[in-house]
């Protein structure tokens, strides 16, 4: 069966330190995956998503960047963390089949940017 | 483009007693709906999906929706909630064809003794 791992689980860090969060799948091949922020109180914003290794597309410009080093490892990274990254960064992997695409999420990281 | 609005940020209901939560989308082209849970400080848990087929879905923990083309709706219901219940749901829909998922704002469950 597949998994998906996120971690670190919290983190708290100063305004401007780096970021790097991981995201790693088990059990799937050449999975599409996603990185989301919620920030409190709201709803999921899509950050960037992934179809294969090195291919990123990003969706809200901004301090983040994304890489896919291999193929079920994906890495959400900052230079200079800013007080409004702070949320809960969830990622998702999809596979997709012939009746469509359903994404699954990790247990998510919290950051508080302090 | 397409949009996702769940009519209720908050939902109190007693233990027991049904509970619909809403959910509209606008999409001029044929949509995949899905709904999933998120338990306090945890992520997402896939509660049920609509691909085609049946317009009625059940998915987990007693929960079903209906998919109503004609109102371009997807409302969550269950007969008879527990306090186990009480977490944020999220709608959220998919344009067949591309791969983006876009989520409404939540509704908050919250299930009383």
């Known amino acids: 069966s597949q998994t998906i791992h996120q971690w670190p689980a919290t983190l708290v860090q100063p305004v401007g330190s780096p970021l790097s969060l991981e995201c790693t799948v088990e059990?799937?091949?050449?999975?599409?995956l996603y990185w989301y922020r919620q920030a409190a109180g709201r709803g999921l914003q899509l950050l960037f998503y992934?179809?294969?290794?090195?291919?990123i597309s990003s969706e809200v410009p901004q301090n983040l960047s994304a890489s896919r080093p291999q193929d079920r490892q994906f890495i959400l990274s900052s230079k200079k963390l800013l007080l409004s990254d702070s949320g809960f960064y969830l990622c998702?992997?999809?596979?997709?089949?012939?009746?469509?695409?359903?994404?699954?999420f990790g247990p998510g990281t919290r950051l508080l940017v302090l | 483009a397409q949009s996702v609005t769940q009519l209720d940020s908050q939902v109190p209901v007693f233990e027991e007693a049904p509970v619909e939560l809403r959910c509209n989308y606008s999409s001029s082209v044929s949509v995949y709906l899905f709904w999933y849970v998120q338990y306090p400080n945890q992520g997402l848990q896939l509660l049920l999906k609509?691909?085609?087929?049946?317009?009625l879905v059940k998915g987990i923990n007693g929960f079903e929706a209906e998919f109503n083309k004609s109102q371009t709706s997807f409302h969550l219901r269950k007969p008879s909630v527990h306090i186990s219940d009480t977490a944020e749901y999220f709608c959220a829909v998919r344009t067949r064809g591309t791969d983006k998922l876009i989520f409404g704002t939540g509704t908050r469950l919250q299930v009383f003794p």
């Open positions: 992934s179809v294969g290794i090195g291919q």
């Open positions: 609509y691909l085609s087929g049946s317009t």
């Open positions: 998702a992997w999809s596979v997709r089949t012939s009746w469509g695409e359903t994404q699954y």
């Open positions: 059990g799937t091949s050449n999975p599409n």
